[in-house]
C-alpha cells in the first residue's frame, strides 16, 4: 500500500494557509489574511469569508499542490470538498507581509 503525501505551496504565507485549509483551522486561515481582503472564484468578486465558510470549512477542503510557479504565489491545485469533489483549481495570491491581501480561484 503507498502513501500519498500532500505538496504544499514553497511560499512561507502560502504555505501556512493551504495548512490552516487542510487542518481545518479556522482562526489560523483567518489570522493569516489582512482586514480586508477580497478574493475571487471563477473570476467573479465573491464575500471571502461566506466563501470559506461554505468551501473550506463547511465541506472538509483541501489543498494539494501539482505545479508551483517561481516565487510560489501561483499555482495548480488538486483541490477537494465535500460539495464539488476534486477539480483541478488556479490560485494566485497576493501577500503583503506576512500576510495574504487577495487571492483568486478558479476551475482549470
Known amino acids: ?21 487542510n487542518r481545518g483551522d ?13 478574493m475571487t472564484d471563477d473570476g467573479r468578486a ?7 465558510d461554505r468551501e473550506i470549512f463547511g465541506a472538509n477542503g ?3 499542490v501539482r505545479r508551483e510557479d517561481p ?3 501561483g ?3 488538486a483541490y477537494r470538498n465535500d460539495i464539488q469533489g476534486a477539480l483541478s483549481t ?3 495570491f497576493t501577500v503583503k507581509g506576512d500576510r495574504i ?8
Open 1 to 21: 500500500m503507498t502513501t500519498k503525501t500532500t505538496r504544499l505551496p514553497a511560499h512561507p504565507v502560502v504555505r501556512r494557509f493551504a495548512e490552516a485549509i
Open 26 to 38: 479556522r482562526a489560523s486561515f483567518q489570522g493569516l489574511l489582512t482586514p480586508n481582503a477580497t
Open 46 to 52: 465573491v464575500d471571502l469569508a461566506a466563501w470559506a
Open 62 to 64: 483541501h489543498f494539494d
Open 71 to 73: 516565487g510560489g504565489l
Open 75 to 77: 499555482m495548480i491545485v
Open 90 to 92: 488556479r490560485w494566485d
Open 101 to 108: 491581501s487577495r487571492f483568486e480561484t478558479g476551475q482549470v
